[in-house]
């Protein structure tokens, strides 16, 4: 018997995980889309494998689903702002976010981020209410910083534990 939708919610809050931005260009309008994910993972090393799950209802759902290749931005603890705006419906995400263009697949990247992970689509499965996006990494570009991370419905930073 399944759980409640209280306690389901309650595991969804107490898993942590680190926030990314998935960005694609809209074929129709070639403007950016994109939403704010705490799914991402690797997947496979070889071939080299990422993935992340995306709900039916985002708006931005039919332009990263059939694009074939889509961008991956690692988020720094000084990027929540654009965390919060790519976590939100109806605002233009276009506005007041600084763009990079990939160098390989020329997909749209945030700027500044943690590591920026170009993505050529890979194969797509359907999951309840989501898709689970596969991507085959085709380049990626890591910079020096702290990962933004998301717990309880907060964002926060990584504080390591005293060595033992
Ligand atoms: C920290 C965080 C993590 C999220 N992770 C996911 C996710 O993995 N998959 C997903 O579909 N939505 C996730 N969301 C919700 C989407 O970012 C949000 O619904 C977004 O507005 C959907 O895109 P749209 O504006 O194009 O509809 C997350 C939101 C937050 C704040």
Same mark, same amino acid.
């Not at 690797?42 to 074939?68: G, K, N, R, W």
């Not at 233009?92 to 763009?99: I, P, V």
């Given at each position: ?25 809209? $074929? ?5 889309? $994109?939403?704010?994910? %705490? %799914? ?30 889509? $961008? ?91 060595? %033992?």
């Amino acid at each position: 018997m399944p759980v409640s939708g209280e306690v389901y919610r309650h595991i969804g809050r107490s898993a942590a995980g680190a926030v990314s931005i998935v960005t694609a260009f809209d $074929g129709a309008s070639d403007r950016v889309v $994109g939403l704010t994910v %705490s %799914s991402f993972v690797t997947l496979s090393f070889d071939p080299p494998l990422v993935m992340f799950a995306i709900q039916h209802d985002a708006s931005c759902y039919p332009a990263l689903t059939t694009s074939e290749a889509f $961008g991956v931005s690692l988020l720094t603890v000084h990027q929540t702002e654009i965390a919060r705006r790519f976590a939100t419906k109806g605002v233009d995400k276009n506005a007041n976010t600084r763009f990079d263009r990939g160098q390989v697949l020329r997909v749209p990247l945030i700027a500044d981020a943690l590591v920026q992970v170009e993505c050529r689509t890979h194969e797509i499965f359907a999951s309840g209410d989501h898709a689970i996006v596969v991507g085959l990494v085709e380049a990626a570009r890591p910079r020096e910083g702290e990962p933004l991370l998301y717990f309880a419905r907060k964002f926060g930073s990584f504080v390591p534990l005293p060595e %033992s």
